[in-house]
């Protein structure tokens, strides 16, 4: 049998069993060497990635600031525009006040106008008047040298009259002086004229007969060259009325007379039935404003907003029944500062209801801007307004309706959703104020923000828990 042949790496040196621990060592160490450095590696990968988040947190956080004060210069700039609005808002109450006077002026000037047209018409015809008067007096003039025409015939005339008269008293004494050679005599005196074909025939009987006889014929007689002149005779007597004449022609109208003296008021008549209804007249100026008005009250505030007429009836504080009591009145109260007594016992004796003052509850910043004004006593101002006799509280706006006059806007407050004593709804004013030297914690009656509910509230557009405005308007 032949001899084993040895490997030459084991002849003369150690077995392979002789050498396995000394190469494990080593492979140990350079497996717990990488798992280290894997681990370093995975911490600072885990670090970096922890830092790249811090860095982006960080950068979300300066975003959410800048945001921030962009919102508060936004809220800042939306509490500016409210207060240019409610400016605008009282000029425009201004304007529309101006534009009704406006409107009544323009009346006035209608009316002016229609009394200038009355009173230009009335010209018209006192023109025509005048004109009328200067013809009147241009006729009187021609009437008055007429009427001085007719003096002068009146003249002439009453010159013939004596005249005629001397010839009567003439011919009466011819006729005495034929009295006594006529008398009883019959005869006859014709005379024809000179040129004429006819002549005159006198016949006379008697007496009477004689006292007839024409001038003719006793001219022709020669009596009167035989008699001096004898006195003026006596009037004779009228004679007989004569036939009525025919009726003329019609004159024209005459122009009217100069309108006379109004005369005086006679005696009240007996009342007649009543006439047709007249046609509606034009509107007539607004009078003067009656009694009337309205009243409000101003919470958190100790005077009366400046918005044209609003009068101070009285400043206070505010009051009601203690927040956690179940009993009491629910209506916040605005007690006047001095109050005035009638009888009364000091001490609380029970079986009464109590009245408390009143605190703002404000936990927040929001809806005022601070809570400074926390556990601070809360004023409030009792306001008369005597042109305008409607009031409105209207809750979730902050503006007026068309033709209202805003007093002031605020938000809405009330107690709080879990006391016992429920407190109703007031509107206090955006920029409230404090009692002063009443910042304690006595509680009382509570001033709390209130906050709309979604459900049956429809939202939109109203939003869960933010604060609701208001707002106070006169009319």
């Excluded at 805003?406 to 938000?411: A, S």
Aim: hydrophobic share 30%; net charge negative; aromatic share 6%.
């Amino acid at each position: 049998m032949a001899a084993e042949k040895q490997s030459p790496f084991l002849s003369g040196g150690p077995t392979r069993r002789d050498r396995l621990p000394v190469l494990v060592g080593p492979l140990v160490g350079v497996l717990a060497a990488l798992v280290c450095g894997i681990s370093v590696l995975t911490g600072v990968v885990v670090v970096h990635n922890m830092q790249q988040e811090l860095t982006g947190v960080r950068r979300e956080l300066s975003a959410l600031q800048t945001e921030n004060t962009g919102l508060r210069d936004l809220q800042q700039e939306l509490t500016g525009v409210r207060r240019e609005l409610s400016v605008l808002q009282t000029e425009n109450t201004g304007l529309r006040d101006l534009q009704q006077e406006l409107t009544g002026v323009r009346r006035e000037l209608s009316a002016l106008q229609t009394e200038n047209t009355g009173l230009r018409d009335l010209q018209q015809e006192l023109t025509g008047v005048r004109r009328e008067l200067s013809a009147l007096q241009t006729e009187n003039t021609g009437l008055r040298d007429l009427q001085q025409e007719l003096t002068g015939v009146r003249r002439e005339l009453s010159v013939l009259q004596t005249e005629n008269t001397g010839l009567r008293e003439r011919l009466v004494a011819v006729e005495n002086l034929l009295d006594g050679k006529l008398a009883g005599q019959d005869w006859t005196v014709d005379e024809s004229e000179e040129g004429g074909d006819q002549g005159a025939e006198v016949a006379s009987t008697s007496l009477d007969d004689a006292v007839r006889v024409k001038r003719q014929a006793i001219g022709s007689s020669g009596l009167f060259d035989r008699c001096p002149q004898g006195p003026p005779g006596r009037d004779g007597r009228d004679g007989p009325a004569g036939q009525p004449g025919t009726d003329g022609q019609p004159g024209r109208d005459g122009r009217d007379g100069v309108q006379g003296m109004t005369g005086p008021t006679g005696p009240v008549g007996v009342q007649g039935p009543p006439g047709d209804k007249g046609d509606t007249g034009s509107p007539g100026r607004d009078g003067a404003q009656g009694a009337g008005g309205s009243v409000y009250t101003r919470w958190g505030r100790k005077t009366c907003a400046d918005n044209r007429g609003a009068e101070l009836v009285y400043s206070g504080v505010a009051g009601g029944t203690q927040h956690d009591h179940p009993g009491g009145g629910t209506n916040y109260q605005c007690l006047p500062t001095n109050p005035q007594w009638g009888r009364y016992q000091d001490g609380v004796q029970g079986w009464k209801a109590y009245m408390y003052g009143a605190e703002y509850q404000l936990n927040t910043n929001v809806p005022f801007g601070s809570t400074s004004l926390h556990d601070n006593d809360v004023p409030c101002a009792v306001c008369y307004v005597p042109t305008r006799g409607s009031k409105l509280m209207i809750p979730a706006r902050n503006t007026c309706p068309t033709d209202w006059t805003q007093e002031y806007d605020g938000y809405l407050m009330a107690g709080y959703y879990n006391h016992a004593g429920a407190k109703e709804y007031v509107c206090v004013d955006e920029q409230p104020e404090a009692v002063t030297g009443g910042h304690a914690n006595n509680d009382g009656a509570l001033f709390y923000p209130v906050e709309a509910r979604c459900g049956s509230l429809p939202c939109p557009n109203y939003v869960e828990g933010r604060e609701l405005t208001c707002v106070v308007c006169t009319k």
